[in-house]
């Protein structure tokens, strides 16, 4: 069975550019999480999908960041203009169910850097 | 707020060597608690979590992990290490939020074998 799988593993780009993240969960899973983890910090929710509707959206940083997951497969993040603070590693995590007992699979992320 | 601290940023140890990573958790009601592993190039993975009954839980690769309500801890726990196991160690409690569950980690535990 394919694991959650994210792309590009590492992306490079430019203050004011666009950047787009994309995140294959395992198929079947209707419930689909974004994280972030800056600076080495702590790993924080930005938001979580059940199929193709956001069901919490209460940690995305600010209106530069848009989440889709257009027919509740596969999910894109687009950061757009990009800042500096905006640098870390997003992972994606996906599950069956919703219940806090339900095991989370998560991808091994995106590094993203913008310089 | 729920909060998961993890006070060692960096560990490191001897092969053979036995481990504790500490956690602790700030959270109201009672905790879903977790350990994740990140190997190099990896996604997180699931060591172990505990949800309720016996306070000490066994998980995969040889760790256990101890619930201590008094303490508020959940720290982490395996008697010899080996050098796979060198990788970064995250703590997590389940923030069961508007009926949805989502992770609240730890900034982690970055953890060195030496040979």
């Known amino acids: 069975e394919a694991g959650v799988t994210q792309f590009p593993s590492h992306s490079v780009i430019e203050k004011g550019q666009t950047v787009t993240l994309r995140c294959d969960p395992i198929?079947?899973?209707?419930?689909l999480y974004w994280y972030r983890r800056v600076m080495g910090k702590e790993i924080k929710f930005l938001l979580h999908f059940v199929k193709e509707s956001k069901q919490d959206e209460s940690g995305m940083p600010n209106n530069r960041f848009l989440a889709e997951r257009t027919g509740g497969t596969y999910s894109t993040l687009k950061v757009q203009p990009a800042e500096l603070e905006d640098s870390g590693v997003y992972f994606c995590?996906?599950?069956?169910?919703?219940?806090?007992?339900?095991?989370?699979?998560f991808g091994s992320g995106t590094q993203l850097s913008v310089l | 707020a729920q909060s998961v601290t993890q006070p060692d940023i960096h560990i490191t140890v001897s092969e053979g060597a036995s481990l504790e990573l500490r956690c602790n958790y700030s959270?109201?009601?009672?905790?879903?608690l977790f350990w994740y592993v990140q190997s190099p190039g990896q996604g997180l993975q699931l060591l172990l979590k505990?949800?309720?009954?016996?306070?000490l839980v066994q998980g995969i690769k040889g760790f256990e992990a101890e619930f201590k309500r008094s303490q508020s801890s959940f720290n982490l726990r395996k008697p010899s290490v080996h050098w796979s196991d060198a990788a970064e160690y995250f703590c997590?409690?389940?923030?069961?939020?508007?009926?949805?569950?989502?992770?609240?980690f730890g900034a982690g535990t970055r953890l060195a074998v030496h040979p």
């Open positions: 505990y949800f309720s009954g016996d306070t």
């Open positions: 198929s079947g899973h209707d419930n």
């Open positions: 959270y109201g009601a009672t905790p879903y």
């Open positions: 997590a409690v389940g923030a069961f939020s508007g009926g949805y569950n989502k992770l609240i």
């Open positions: 995590a996906s599950s069956q169910g919703w219940a806090t007992n339900e095991k989370l699979f």
